[in-house]
């Protein structure tokens, strides 16, 4: 890794395969990147997926990089490059981001499902695994937020309740 990568502190941002315009143009500000930019981050990178803005992405002006694309085969390696990651509630995307143990903030998309998103968000916030925001309060938690409180999220073991679920159906185990 050369010098300029270790200076380097990328923000991603993802909304999955979702259309989440709020998100992205609260990202999408001179006012948001000021924030990051206090924070020390020198690089925005967002997946918006189906954007539907109208306007460019990325406007000019900005004090760090800003970079976005559509969709990829896999975030993988956005995710392992980034310093902090912003997201969209959904839960593939967040369990994705705490595996990899970085600092999360969701945001999430009230558009969905009931807002079925705010239910996961606010649990694992008050567990301690991720911080939440909405769209409007966005830069706030971001400027605010010490990523040190954040609790490290451990993988469960899902033999207890498929044993259960096993149980309640009548399905025997099979021996090995």
């Known amino acids: 890794m050369g ?17 989440f315009d709020a998100l992205i143009r609260a990202v999408d500000q001179q006012a948001f990147a000021d924030v990051l930019v206090a924070a020390g981050y020198t690089r925005l990178v967002m997946q918006i ?7 460019a992405v990325g406007g000019p002006g900005r004090r760090l ?10 975030l993988a390696e956005h995710l392992r490059a980034a310093a902090l990651v912003i997201s969209h509630a959904g839960s593939g995307s967040i369990f994705e981001a705490l595996r990899l143990r970085l600092p999360l903030v969701v945001v999430p998309n ?25 769209t409007d309060g966005l830069a706030a938690v971001v400027a605010g937020m010490n990523p040190a409180r954040l609790v490290p999220y451990e993988k469960g073991d899902p033999a207890g309740i498929v044993r259960h679920i096993d149980g309640v159906m ?5 021996p090995l």
Request: aromatic residues 10%.
């Open 3 to 19: 010098p300029a990568a270790r200076l380097e502190r990328t923000v991603f941002v993802t909304v999955g395969t979702t259309k």
């Open 49 to 55: 997926g189906r954007w539907a803005g109208g306007e």
């Open 65 to 74: 990089v800003v970079e976005y694309f559509d969709f990829a085969p896999s």
């Open 110 to 134: 009230p558009l969905l499902m009931d807002n079925h998103q705010a239910e996961l968000a606010t649990k694992l916030e008050s567990e301690g695994y991720l911080f939440a925001a909405t």
């Open 170 to 174: 009548g399905v025997r185990a099979k």
